[in-house]
């Protein structure tokens, strides 16, 4: 069960859900562990509504699967899974770097790349430390700012789902190795100055570089490492 809590803001639907997807990407819930309605409202001191409708909720993003009969539990993500993931998030990040370039003249944007490379410096060097619960956060975070700088939030909300799908597998086969920082990606400052000089080459370079990583990652997994 998730660490003990209490969630008591205004926005409890929200807030459970977001507390049930922090404790899937640390490993704390496990794929196929299974738990009610009531259970995850007792652990949160919350009424079992805002409960029901997070859960639902983390089921429509395919975190959770639904059994009537016996609540809900984790969902599994299989190796072919994550590699279509892999594809898709390809296709998508791809997709937003040849349409704008991520690059433009308005101080406000300067602004938003600003955010993104303080996201990419922490982000980078959590990988390099191996530091996964906080690469997890960070990259989240570099990885959806990247994204809305594309100027089509829903495009980036979409890229964020399947960031954390990717997250979400990853992790358990993450977890406890000891040479966890060969198996993280940390070339987010490299893309990211990529995009500052408008460099459109390089940013690509680098992308079909982490595409490569995580192709190589699944191939690793299929073969025991």
């Known amino acids: 069960m998730p660490a003990s809590g209490t969630v008591t803001r205004s926005t409890l639907r929200q807030q459970v ?3 049930l997807r922090d404790e899937i990407l ?10 009610t309605v009531k259970q995850i409202a007792e652990q949160y001191g919350v009424s079992a509504t805002p409960v029901r409708e997070a859960l639902v909720d983390l089921a429509a993003q395919e975190l959770l699967d639904s059994d009537h009969h016996r609540g809900f539990r984790v969902h599994e993500f299989s190796l072919d899974d994550y590699r279509g993931m892999v594809e898709a998030r390809a296709m998508v990040v791809d997709g937003i770097f040849h349409k704008t370039g991520l690059n433009g003249t308005d101080p406000a944007h300067d602004t938003a790349l600003a955010s993104v490379r303080r996201r ?10 191996g530091d996964l619960a ?7 975070r570099f990885w959806r700012e990247l994204g ?3 100027g089509n939030r829903y495009v980036a909300d979409f890229l964020h789902r399947l960031r ?6 990853a992790v358990p086969h993450l977890r406890g190795r000891d040479d966890l920082k060969d198996w993280l990606w940390d070339g987010h400052e490299e893309l990211v100055d990529a995009v500052a000089r408008g460099d459109a080459d390089a940013a ?3 992308l079909t570089a982490y595409h490569a990583h995580s ?3 699944a191939d690793r997994l299929e073969g025991g490492h």
Do not use: K, N
Request: with cysteine; charged share 20%; proline share 2%.
């Open 164 to 169: 954390v799908q990717c997250w979400v597998f």
């Open 134 to 140: 906080v690469l997890i956060g960070y990259d989240l």
């Open 204 to 206: 690509q370079a680098v």
């Open 215 to 217: 192709r190589t990652w």
């Open 26 to 35: 640390a490993g704390r819930l496990h794929p196929g562990q299974e738990f």
């Open 120 to 129: 990419a410096e922490e982000s980078a060097r959590a990988a390099r430390l």
């Open 148 to 150: 809305v700088l594309g």
């Open 17 to 19: 859900a977001d507390a």
